[in-house]
């Protein structure tokens, strides 16, 4: 697998550009006039994003065919799995709506739906039924479209079981198209720890990431999964 914990994919520099801009526009933390403030923590969030969005359509469209990559290249039709959120623009929200504008044809599965972003405060999850999610992941891997898709792009998971439906989901692609790329972002906690349950972490650690091309934990994230506390980037 590829590792993209920190640097940056070798997307054209105007596409990277233009790709941080959307993101940053889409992840407004905070204006005054004409310019966004995000902070350290904000920006960390648009550059990991960034890198992930990137990473899969540099990829992707190299096993499509287009080692170059220039700003004319086809754009890869791409499957997000990850959450939704009612307010604001993370998972999902800001992964569908970067790709889409960079003229990706993006198929968006969420793993559940929330109100906004859970460090805002308490809310309602409303978390896809493991039986009802495996049954989409089956109408996604049977569907005449299905050929179509490059690249699969996995996040925040509600249940374990949603982990084993997309390991299937990820596996059937690539029995019908080997060169497809699956970018796993192991979305499962940072410095303060664990955000989901341990089950969730073991299940993306023992079922997906073996099956990633592409990997971008955070640092803690990289730890947890490897079994190693890390203390710094270097």
């Not at 969730?200 to 650690?205: F, H, L, N, Q, W």
């Amino acid at each position: 697998s590829l590792l993209f914990p920190v640097c940056r994919p070798s997307l054209s520099g105007s596409c990277f550009r233009q790709l941080r801009y959307l993101l940053r526009r889409c992840c407004k933390v905070a204006r005054c006039g004409n310019t966004f403030k995000l902070g350290w923590r904000g920006a960390a969030v648009l550059n990991r994003l960034t890198i992930r969005c990137a990473a899969a359509i540099k990829v992707a469209s190299v096993r499509g065919g287009n080692a170059n990559m220039t700003d004319n290249a086809s754009p890869a039709e791409i499957i997000a799995i990850s959450s939704h959120v009612v307010r604001g623009s993370v998972g999902n929200r800001a992964i569908v709506f970067s790709l889409e504008t960079m003229g990706h044809p993006v198929w968006s599965l969420p793993t559940l739906i929330l109100p906004w972003h859970p460090g805002h405060g308490p809310s309602t999850r409303i978390v896809i039924a493991d039986d009802q999610f495996a049954a989409a992941i089956d109408d996604i891997v049977s569907s005449p479209w299905a050929h179509n898709l490059k690249a699969v792009i996995s996040g925040y998971f509600g249940g374990v079981g949603q982990v084993a439906a997309v390991a299937g989901l990820v596996k059937a692609l690539k029995a019908k198209n080997p060169d497809l790329v699956y970018l796993c972002d192991p979305v499962i906690g940072d410095l303060k720890g664990l955000y989901v349950p341990e089950p969730i972490a073991s299940a993306i650690r023992d079922q997906l990431i073996p099956l990633a091309d592409i990997t971008t934990p955070n640092r803690f994230e990289l730890g947890w999964l490897c079994g190693v506390e890390l203390i710094a980037n270097a």
